[in-house]
């Protein structure tokens, strides 16, 4: 479901007079569909430039990244964005949403992209959120306010929402009590069992353990 073959990455520093910082080379490791795929390695080895460029967030210089059949190191923009709506479903650390829009809808829009009706994807979105714990006081707010855990709970249910084939998790236990790692451990395991294919980035050792099914040591592809 995603096949990484042969990559290469040098970040070139246009604002410092074009200092390059080469990444990595002949990155390649794949994901099959239920499996579960942990990205390690020493800081700095590239883990998260890897995910973006699966991403088709980072342009890569050389190699292939196949994600369910697409080859997103030379697609147009609007595959890109046809691949993320449909395709490969994505929780960073980081939440960024535009401001004033309610969490619900936060949550809700994935399905909303792929055609689900209004008000089944806002039921979809309120039983994941109350699954996450998150109060349903909140709901109606935007989460631009919220605590660093709330915020990531949100990410976590906008990324699991809609049931796509292919998953990028980024530290998706971060910030979390037990409780609400506990969930989310438990959608990773109900994901792998519908079939998705999951590539993340967990510092959680336990939870990487519990979870994943290979480890691909990213400092091997270091240059
Ligand atoms: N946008 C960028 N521009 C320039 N250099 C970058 C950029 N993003 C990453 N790098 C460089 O690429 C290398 C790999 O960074 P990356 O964030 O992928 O590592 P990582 O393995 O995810 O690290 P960590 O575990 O610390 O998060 C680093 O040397 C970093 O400085």
Known sequence: MIRVEDVSKTFTLHTQG????????????SVEPGE????VGRSGA??????????????????????????????APREILALRRETLGWVSQFLRVIPRVPTLDVVAEPLRNVGVAPDEA???????????????????LSPTTFSGGEQQRVNIARGFVNPTPALLLDE??????????????DLIHEAKARGAAILGIFHDAEARAEVCDREVDVTGFAR
Do not use: F
């Open 46 to 75: 590239g883990k998260s430039t890897l995910m973006r460029m699966v991403q088709g967030n980072y342009r890569t210089d050389g190699g292939r990244i196949l994600v369910g059949g697409l080859d997103v190191a030379r697609a």
């Open 122 to 140: 806002r039921a979809r979105a309120a039983a994941l959120l109350s699954r996450l714990n998150l109060p349903e006081a909140l709901w109606a």
């Open 172 to 185: 998706p236990t971060a910030s979390l009590d037990p409780v609400n790692r506990r969930v989310v451990l």
């Open 36 to 39: 579960c795929v942990a990205l």
């Open 18 to 29: 074009g200092a390059r910082i080469a990444v990595m080379r002949g990155a390649s490791l």
